[in-house]
């Protein structure tokens, strides 16, 4: 700082983030008679925080997440940090601006499936199923409380991706069987009787993946079933 009659200026800017306290001492000197008097004082110069820092995302960008979650369910707690001395201006409130929804057919904009809190707390309002949505990508937006000194909110975006994750959660429907069927007795070992046929909705494997047994026979060892071929 400078002094100019009794004034005190600044001689460089501040900068609250860097120090936010200074302790300064002036000095006032009188002569008289050729003798010198002075005195000193001590004080302290608080620096007032200004909105001058946007925040910034520090919470991961994906989350998986099982088919059918309850509704309510909490998926992912959003964070961000923000170099601004005072916790006022370091506050922000999170958003969901828009939900973009992957699916095997394509993609579609639907702001349903989801809610955030101002304080980050992501939630789900609907349950869902993998084979309605693969993916769905979020756009999430943290917006300062306080505004700039020009009247401005700061923000910062992150794009935000829940991945739904394929439960093993369908029966294997079995295809219509004749009740029965007929063999030579002069058939081979190995000769082919029937192949069965299933289906299972999942939408990925192994989860779709039907296998077939024979869980019983009158006579023990006379036929045999091929797992995966039925």
Do not use: M, W
Request: glycine share 4%.
């Amino acid at each position: 700082a400078s002094i100019a009659n009794g004034a005190i200026t600044l001689a460089s800017s501040l900068d609250c983030e860097v120090v936010a306290v200074h302790t300064v001492t002036a000095a006032a000197t009188l002569t008289i008679n050729f003798q010198q008097f002075s005195i000193e004082l001590s004080f302290t110069v608080t620096c007032i925080d200004v909105n001058d820092y946007a925040p910034e995302f520090t919470s991961g960008e994906i989350v998986k997440v099982d088919e059918r979650p309850a509704v309510g369910q909490v998926l992912h707690e959003f964070t961000i940090s923000d170099a601004d001395q005072s916790s006022a201006n370091q506050k922000s409130s999170f958003s969901i601006v828009s939900t973009i929804i992957i699916t095997e057919s394509g993609s579609s904009s639907d702001n349903s499936y989801f809610e955030v809190t101002a304080d980050g707390t992501l939630t789900t309002k609907k349950t869902f199923t993998a084979r309605e949505v693969s993916t769905f990508i979020l756009f999430i937006e943290a917006s300062n409380d306080a505004k700039d000194a020009g009247g401005n909110i700061l923000k910062a975006d992150q794009t935000f991706s829940v991945s739904v994750t394929d439960v093993n959660d369908e029966t294997p429907v079995i295809q219509t069987t004749p009740a029965v069927v007929s063999v030579y007795e002069t058939a081979k070992v190995g000769h082919l009787i029937y192949t069965f046929s299933a289906t299972d909705t999942d939408p990925s494997e192994p989860n779709n993946k039907v296998r077939f047994a024979i869980e019983s026979q009158s006579n023990a060892g006379v036929f045999t079933i091929d797992s995966e071929s039925g």
